[in-house]
């Protein structure tokens, strides 16, 4: 099936490892040229960018933080000075602490509402003053944690359920506008996040056996998804959470 992407310019934030690579690195076998944003680690980062090019489309390497305003700016900046334009952005950057709520102080919570819900707000602005050949999409990447209960999960899923609440009432905002925002809410994956959990081994075969489809959802599962809701396939799914789980959310 042609997607009808070849051509699109896309910027993927913390995209250098994990869920945020997988998606690149599907958009680069779709032909769409990638602006791979990260934070840290510029190794892994070179190396996901030297993948993309080795796709044959072009890659930029935009370093920055996206709960700095400023930082976010620059990024649109070079994307805009770059490419003169810009089709996608994936919203999938993010960051927290895993602590229980007697442990977590205001800042940590802070923190995980910047990184992951607040930094949306910017990264829209920007990116609905560049030019783009027809849509804009945006796909925001949420999890389980916004609508359930996890262990040690407060200040992240309260921010994934704020980002969800922005993807809804930016949607409605900016659909006349020709801009299309989503999320994709994903259960466990195992990435480097994963390591911040204390109980990494038990989260991980937990969620394996308690989803229905039978096995632990890969970073590509969500990359899938987040590719659809690019497409003009979804053209009439707006300010929606779908979610990739392979069941887990539907038992009781
Ligand atoms: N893994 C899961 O089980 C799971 C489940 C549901 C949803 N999700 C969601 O999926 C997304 C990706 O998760 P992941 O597991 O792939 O994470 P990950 O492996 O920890 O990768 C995080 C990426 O984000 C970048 N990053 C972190 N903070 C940043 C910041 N402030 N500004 C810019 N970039 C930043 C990192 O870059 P550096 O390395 O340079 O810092 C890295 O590229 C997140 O939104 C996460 O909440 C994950």
Redesign the pocket.
Known sequence: MDLRLRGKRALV?????????AIAHSLADLKVDVAI??????N??EETAREIEGRGVRCLLV??????PD?VEKIFATIDQEWGGLEMVI??????VLKSAKELTMHHFDWAMH??AA?LLPIIQNFVKLDSKGEKTVV??????AVRAIPNYTA?GAS?AALESMVRHLAAELAPDGVRINAV??????????LHFPNREELLEAARLRTPAGRL?S?QD?ANTVIYLCTEYASMIHGQTIIVDGGYSILA
């Not at 944003?37 to 510029?42: F, H, S, V």
Request: charged share 15%; proline share 2%.
């Open positions: 934030t913390g995209s250098s490892r994990g869920i945020g690579r944003n990260y934070l840290r680690g510029r892994r980062a370093k920055g933080n996206v709960a700095n930082h919203s999938n950057a993010a960051s927290g990184i992951n930094a925001a990447v949420s999890s389980l944690g992240v994934k809410s994903a259960g466990t994956v195992d990435t480097d996040a994963l959802l970073p969500v």
